[in-house]
């Protein structure tokens, strides 16, 4: 895994923040959408998507993948009465 800290623009005091919500890594950092890391504070929605092509782009650079995001689960349709 790689550190928060090695995203531009993510200093000591983000990467508390970040680790705080469950950012603990670039990799995590790199498989969220805006609006999830939206919710930590000092990250706004102009910022999220800077941090999130930063921490993409330090994560193709250590050759890792980013965290895989799990598929969104859709409730069975109704059974026919």
Do not use: W, Y
């Amino acid at each position: 895994m790689t550190a928060t800290t090695e995203v531009n623009g993510v200093g000591v005091a983000l990467a508390a923040l970040l680790k705080s919500h469950g950012f603990d890594s670039a990799e995590a950092i790199a498989a969220a959408t805006p609006e999830e890391l939206s919710v930590v504070p000092r990250i706004g929605a102009l910022r999220a998507p800077v941090l999130i092509a930063a921490a993409r782009e330090i994560v193709a650079a250590n050759g890792v993948a980013p965290l895989a995001r799990p598929a969104p689960v859709t409730p069975p349709a109704p059974a026919p009465a």
